[in-house]
């Protein structure tokens, strides 16, 4: 299955980037802690840094001493951020080699706005330094939902019914009327930036409307309302070089509450997942196409989970592309791997080739 474009180097610098100033950033610990136990230490020099919630860097030095010691097993399930604080580029150029040219590849583990949407991969672009996942472009496409639904629709591929707004709307009841005689009287309204179900309410009427409305325009200027459809909820992880992106087998996930939000994901963790999910063969290969068409369009490079709708109305359609996903022990992307026949250890591997092979392939260009 793996078909690497390059043979990993015996040694590897990793910049491990987590935490962050998302509401993510315990989920984002958690992934640290369990990519770090993963890792290979007789091939991986790993340099953890820590990223607090007001967005102030750590290098976590007595981390990355436990693992160099081979005692990756006594870390916590969540890593802790701490460690002497530098600013983001002395963190990441005390981690560059300052010797024996051992190359450096940064993985930054983190959720949301400021670290899926573009901005730290622009910092590693303008550093030179090879990273995990999407660029800059595909990172800020699939974080802002409003971005991601009009290049889906250009590519013409299926999705719920959609409108964009800014807050005029708040003061134009007019329009607010117009959206729903055009979406349905039940809607989802979203802030297009956000992630984790934060800010997004399911709204029936002209009054819920409003209020979810004022809600979602707390969280980010511009606000997505869908049609509200009655869903399964699919999920598949994508990987590899953007012009060879592989699929895994589609996952479901059943959500315990009204619809997949913050505590069912991250709180409660009540949702229950069915891996590979419960489908006819055929709607399986026509969701694992559609993942890839959605991530080709959505210029996603290296890893992505593409979440989908299967829906009796209109059969299967794009939910939303997350460039980072989560890597807890129960997180989609590697338990779909898993399932496909790429273990932990191996996926980390390839996406750390598959960043060295970017880079390469940039430097030969310019
Ligand atoms: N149009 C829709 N129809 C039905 N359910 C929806 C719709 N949009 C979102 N949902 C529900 O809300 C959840 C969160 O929405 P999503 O767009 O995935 O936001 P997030 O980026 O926060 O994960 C989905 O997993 C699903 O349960
Ligand atoms: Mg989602």
């Known amino acids: 299955m793996i078909r690497r474009s390059i043979e990993l180097p015996d040694r590897i610098r990793l910049v491990v980037l987590f935490g962050g100033r998302s509401a993510e950033h315990d989920i984002s610990r958690i992934s640290a802690?369990?990519?770090l136990r993963a890792l290979d230490p007789g091939r991986y020099q790993v340099h953890p840094v820590g990223i607090d919630r007001d967005g102030r860097w750590h290098l976590d030095a007595a981390t990355a001493e436990l693992i160099a010691t081979g005692r990756a097993a006594e870390l916590p399930d969540a890593l802790g951020v701490g460690g002497p604080e530098l600013d983001p580029q002395g963190a990441l150029e005390g981690a560059t080699p300052a010797d024996g040219g051992?190359?450096?590849?940064?993985?930054p583990v983190l959720h949301g706005?400021?670290?899926?949407?573009?901005t730290i991969q622009g910092l590693l672009e303008v550093l030179g330094l090879p990273y995990v996942g999407s660029g800059v472009l595909g990172s800020?496409?699939?974080?802002?939902k409003a971005a991601a639904k009009t290049v889906l629709q250009a590519a013409d591929l299926p999705?719920?019914?959609?409108?964009?707004?800014?807050?005029?709307v708040l003061d134009d009841e007019a329009h607010r009327v117009h959206v729903l005689s055009r979406l349905g009287a039940t809607v989802f309204?979203?802030?297009?930036?956000?992630g984790s179900s934060i800010g997004i309410s399911r709204a029936t009427g002209a009054d819920d409307l409003l209020a979810a409305l004022h809600e979602a325009f707390r969280h980010d200027d511009v606000v997505v309302v869908e049609e509200a459809l009655t869903v399964r909820e699919l999920e598949t992880a994508v990987l590899g070089p953007a012009h060879d992106l592989r699929v895994s087998v589609v996952g479901e996930i059943?959500?315990?509450a009204e619809f997949y939000d913050f505590d069912d994901k991250y709180r409660d963790g009540a949702a229950r997942t069915v891996v590979p999910a419960d489908l006819p063969e055929e709607v399986a290969e026509q969701a694992r196409s559609l993942a890839i068409r959605t991530a080709r369009a959505l210029r996603v490079d290296g890893m992505a989970r593409v979440d989908l709708f299967l829906t009796e109305e209109r059969g299967l359609l794009v939910n939303e592309v997350n460039t980072i996903p989560g890597f807890t022990p129960i997180s989609m992307y590697p338990v779909l791997w898993e399932a496909s026949g790429v273990g932990y250890g191996e996926l980390l591997d390839e996406l750390v080739a598959l960043a060295i092979a970017r880079h390469h392939d940039r430097a030969r260009r310019d």
């Open 33 to 35: 802690a369990n990519i």
């Open 102 to 107: 051992i190359p450096t590849v940064v993985f």
């Open 113 to 118: 706005p400021n670290g899926e949407d573009g």
């Open 140 to 144: 800020a496409l699939c974080m802002d």
């Open 159 to 168: 999705q719920a019914a959609w409108c964009q707004l800014d807050r005029s």
């Open 189 to 194: 309204v979203k802030p297009a930036n956000m």
């Open 254 to 256: 059943l959500p315990a």
